[in-house]
């Protein structure tokens, strides 16, 4: 049988620290993300969904209304995303010319586009994800309640995400969402992965798997 695989992580445990520290990559990652994929593997097995990739599986879960599999399969996809948003102090890159562009035209700058985007974080209720995405040529920030993710729609390239679940930053922050939200927007953002990103936007709007621009 076919299996989702657990994608590496893209950097050490240790290497988002003191903002998100190894004991909450290990817990975050080893046993959150790897359960999400633990728990797809088992419900995928035997059917017409093991010959698909992880972000059809997510698609076709949304609109088949099968809410075990889409929240495990959108959950899997959003975390490898995730990690991939992020980058060690000083690793993260600026926008290329292109997305800072269309990020001046979208935000008016990158300042208030990380305004939008820190907001968009810290106001969701609950669990959830807050993102930077591309629809056509214009950017826009939003934010998705527990699995729910942007990769579902047709015609949409996310860029960039925060979790916000509490998993993600409990351990560093207490309940201080805001201030996990500001030490990533401040440092962690992986702009050269955006920019990859909204360069492929222009060759295939579909989300592809995790990683992958
Ligand atoms: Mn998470």
Same mark, same amino acid.
Not at 84 to 109: C, R, T
Not at 127 to 156: F, H, I, M
């Given at each position: 049988?076919?299996?989702?695989?657990?994608?590496?992580?893209?950097?050490?445990?240790?290497?988002?620290?003191?903002?998100?520290?190894?004991?909450?990559?290990?817990?975050?990652?080893?046993?959150?993300?790897?359960?999400?994929?633990?728990?797809?593997?088992?419900?995928?097995?035997?059917?017409?969904?093991?010959?698909?990739?992880?972000?059809?599986?997510?698609?076709?879960?949304?609109?088949?209304?099968?809410?075990?599999?889409?929240?495990?399969?959108? +959950? &899997?996809?959003?975390?490898? %995303?995730?990690?991939?948003?992020?980058?060690?102090?000083? *690793? !993260? /890159?600026?926008?290329?010319? @292109?997305?800072?562009?269309?990020?001046?035209?979208?935000?008016?700058?990158?300042?208030?586009?990380?305004?939008?985007?820190? +907001? &968009?974080?810290?106001?969701? %209720?609950?669990?959830?994800?807050?993102?930077?995405?591309? *629809? !056509? /040529?214009?950017?826009?920030? @939003?934010?998705?309640?527990?699995?729910?993710?942007?990769?579902?729609?047709?015609?949409?390239?996310?860029?960039?995400?925060?979790?916000?679940?509490?998993?993600?930053?409990?351990?560093?922050?207490?309940?201080?969402?805001?201030?996990?939200?500001?030490?990533?927007?401040?440092?962690?953002?992986?702009?050269?992965?955006?920019?990859?990103?909204?360069?492929?936007?222009?060759?295939?709007?579909?989300?592809?798997?995790?990683?992958?621009?």
């Amino acid at each position: 049988m076919k299996e989702i695989a657990l994608p590496p992580l893209p950097y050490a445990e240790d290497a988002l620290a003191p903002v998100i520290s190894a004991k909450t990559i290990s817990y975050h990652y080893g046993k959150h993300h790897a359960g999400y994929i633990k728990a797809l593997n088992g419900l995928i097995s035997g059917t017409h969904y093991e010959t698909l990739s992880l972000s059809e599986m997510v698609g076709l879960s949304r609109e088949l209304n099968d809410p075990g599999i889409f929240n495990n399969a959108a +959950q &899997a996809w959003n975390h490898d %995303f995730y990690w991939h948003s992020l980058a060690p102090a000083g *690793k !993260g /890159g600026e926008p290329s010319a @292109e997305l800072l562009k269309a990020i001046n035209e979208s935000f008016g700058s990158l300042d208030n586009c990380k305004k939008a985007l820190s +907001q &968009a974080a810290t106001r969701q %209720f609950g669990s959830g994800w807050a993102w930077l995405v591309a *629809k !056509g /040529g214009k950017l826009l920030v @939003e934010s998705t309640g527990n699995a729910d993710t942007p990769c579902r729609q047709q015609y949409v390239k996310p860029l960039l995400t925060i979790d916000v679940w509490e998993h993600a930053y409990y351990l560093d922050w207490q309940n201080n969402r805001a201030a996990y939200v500001k030490a990533i927007v401040d440092g962690h953002l992986n702009w050269s992965a955006a920019s990859s990103r909204f360069a492929s936007a222009r060759d295939d709007w579909r989300c592809s798997n995790g990683s992958r621009p």
